[in-house]
């Protein structure tokens, strides 16, 4: 699942283009970003004429049980999690969801 501050209407034109099939929620007014505490507070915080804000990328393991088992927070907002470091933390602490 994934939050951004686009409208609606960009993320589905956005997961058309790159066939994305993730639940992509729209969180304009930041509400959801704020309430997981992942507001980028640094200098490109906002989008002129757009979105209040852009989210710091966050990538977030849970287990079944819905315990977070693993977070991993980008210091820039342009780069998101490295795959294999994802894949990495999927094996160590999911190991039977990476098989």
Not at 26 to 43: A, H, M, P, V, Y
Not at 58 to 86: I, K, M
Request: charged share 25%; aromatic share 4%.
């Amino acid at each position: 699942m994934t939050v951004c501050t686009d409208k609606p209407e960009q993320i589905k034109a956005q997961m058309r283009k790159h066939g994305c099939q993730a639940i992509m929620l729209s969180d304009r007014e930041c509400k959801l970003i704020d309430t997981l505490g992942i507001r980028n507070q640094g200098f490109h915080s906002g989008i002129p004429g757009g979105a209040k804000a852009l989210p710091i990328p966050t990538t977030v393991l849970v287990d079944s049980a819905g315990v977070v088992r693993w977070v991993d927070q980008a210091e820039n907002y342009q780069r998101r999690s490295d795959p294999d470091r994802v894949l990495a933390a999927l094996e160590t602490h999911l190991p039977r969801l990476s098989q």
